[in-house]
């Protein structure tokens, strides 16, 4: 096929739009030109410390701007970065290295104690003298751009392959959606590791959009930058979002300000109730690193009228709710949530079985559960693993846990089954209450009894200091029973 060509994304923005500004960092602002000639001198030196086309190099690098260069500088030489999540422990990445057959690491000096192999230090790097880079001026959108794994919330991560296709798909979904303004800017306070912060890069080259990239999220500097920087669209996930809106009091957020695209897991009602009460446009998306981000999003105009539903699938995706048997289900009924797309991975590093376990002509089984109501709109339940049945009915832990989150005393909770002799399964919930609270388990039973069907409260509450997380901050409903019966959560 060869109408699956196009420019490389940066040369073509540098040719195209030259003098636009691509980037804030800090107190510098490049244009796409300087970004492109920064990238271009970058993929020289790499080149010279022997990187080439089709290798796959990891990367675990802070979020700055010299992450972006270098990560533009991958896709000019044609190299698959393995992005790595830079929270992860030295046995967790040694493992992803392993696994991905990395040929090189590029790393920082913060991070080149941990014995990891084949370093290239960033700071070392731009000291080399730099060749002349063999520019790939033409990508295949059916090429793996770039490497992610998942955040190994239900299992062990997995390699996400994501060609320059479903990066390019997911830029234009997004746009088809939300619309590309002549002054549009968008914020970047997620990290770059993960595909919401990668996907804000492959949206500024390929809109000819500036960014303002933040090393991490931090509540006043962004709410000064969206003021002073004129930034109209911004990703953020549940804790950042909550932050903003407890942050503002009275005043609202400026006019020119279109966007709080959120992501990264369920958004608790509460939250988004009181978005709408400040003002605040928040479009809800529902994605995965399969999908290179968002694949389903909701409008602000539907946010009190599907409180709580996801959305409906973008433009050039496709959704189906799938029962056990293979069978459609009917609106309103649960079941495996399914989706296609051109923004949908080609499969997972090396793991062909995992691929064609969860990958049928081209509909991903996502492993989550869900419905679509009678107008097309997502409702997101939960994760198909941790699904409760409780003599015979479905309990989602997702709903007692926001229950049980809603409660002031209660600032963590995380719910799993434990075996029963008469019902299979009941659900134990796994409580972080506030310091000094003397809630008690009556008292929580019966906030639960008013709240949900009584087949729901669960049987058994724990108390504990902190629930286990992974690298992504995602709770590790697994590992719940563990963490109490090793101690874990007395830490
Ligand atoms: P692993 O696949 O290794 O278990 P993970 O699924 O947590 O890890 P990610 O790709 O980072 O890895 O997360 C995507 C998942 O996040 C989705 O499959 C879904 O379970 C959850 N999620 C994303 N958006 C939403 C949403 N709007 N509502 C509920 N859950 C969501
Ligand atoms: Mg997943």
């Known amino acids: 096929m060869n109408n699956e060509f196009m420019p490389n994304f940066l040369l073509k923005r540098a040719f195209l739009t030259p003098k636009r500004t691509a980037i804030y960092f800090h107190d510098e602002t490049l244009t796409f030109q300087e970004l492109y000639d920064r990238a271009y001198d970058t993929a020289g030196k790499l080149q010279k410390l022997s990187l080439r086309k089709d290798q796959y190099v990891g990367v675990l690098l802070k979020t ?20 790595l999540n830079n929270r992860l422990t030295p046995t967790e990445l040694t493992w992803q290295l392993t696994d991905s057959k990395a040929a090189f690491l590029i790393t920082e000096t913060a991070f080149s104690n941990m014995g990891l192999p084949k370093q290239i230090i960033k ?7 730099k060749e002349i880079p063999v520019i790939q001026e033409e990508i295949s959108l059916s090429e793996v751009c770039t490497i992610m794994y998942t955040s190994g919330t239900t299992g062990n991560p997995k390699g996400v392959m994501q060609t320059y296709g479903n990066h390019w ?38 809109y000819g959009m500036p960014i303002v990239l933040h090393e991490s999220f931090h509540v006043e500097k962004t709410l000064k930058d969206l003021t002073e920087k004129k930034v109209t669209i911004m990703s953020v996930v549940t804790t950042t979002l909550t932050r ?48 290179a981000s968002q694949i389903v999003t909701l409008s602000p105009e539907y946010s ?70 009678d107008e097309g709109f997502l409702f997101v339940l939960d994760r198909r693993s941790d699904l409760i049945i409780s003599g015979g009915e479905n309990i989602y832990p997702a709903e007692l846990e926001a229950v049980l989150l809603a409660h002031p005393d209660i600032v963590d909770a995380g719910v799993t089954g434990m075996e029963d002799a008469k019902w299979g399964h009941v659900p134990a919930a796994f409580i972080v209450k506030k310091e000094g609270s003397t809630l008690s388990e009556e008292e929580l039973v019966q906030f639960c009894l008013d709240r949900l069907a009584k087949y729901k409260v669960p049987k058994g509450f724990y108390f504990t200091k902190s629930l286990p997380r992974n690298a992504a901050k995602k709770l590790l409903r697994r590992k719940l029973w563990e963490w109490i019966k090793e101690g874990s959560d007395k830490e």
């Open 244 to 291: 903003i809106v407890d942050h503002l009091k009275e005043e609202s957020l400026p006019n020119h300000f279109r966007c709080m695209l959120l992501g990264g897991g369920p958004a608790p009602l509460p939250l988004l109730e009181k978005c709408v009460e400040k003002n605040i446009p928040v479009f809800q998306s529902y994605g995965m690193t399969e999908t």
């Open 304 to 373: 009190l009228s599907k409180l709580g539903s996801a959305g409906k699938p973008l433009f050039p995706a496709q959704i189906k709710i799938e029962l056990e048997d293979g069978q459609a289900a009917s609106k309103g009924k649960p079941g495996e949530i399914v989706v296609k797309g051109p923004n949908v991975t080609k499969g997972y590093l090396f793991r062909p079985e995992v691929t064609r376990e969860k990958i049928h002509d081209g509909w991903l089984y996502t492993g989550d559960i869900g419905y679509l109501d």
């Open 123 to 129: 700071e070392e790097l731009f000291a080399v003298e």
């Open 169 to 206: 798909w997911s830029a234009v979904g997004s746009a088809l959606n939300l619309g590309i303004n002549d002054h549009d800017c968008w914020l970047c306070a997620v990290p770059l590791f993960h595909i919401s912060g990668y996907s804000i890069l492959m949206r500024s080259v390929i």
């Open 64 to 83: 700055h701007l010299d992450t972006v260069i270098i990560l533009f500088a991958l896709q000019l030489l044609g190299v698959k970065a393995v992005i």
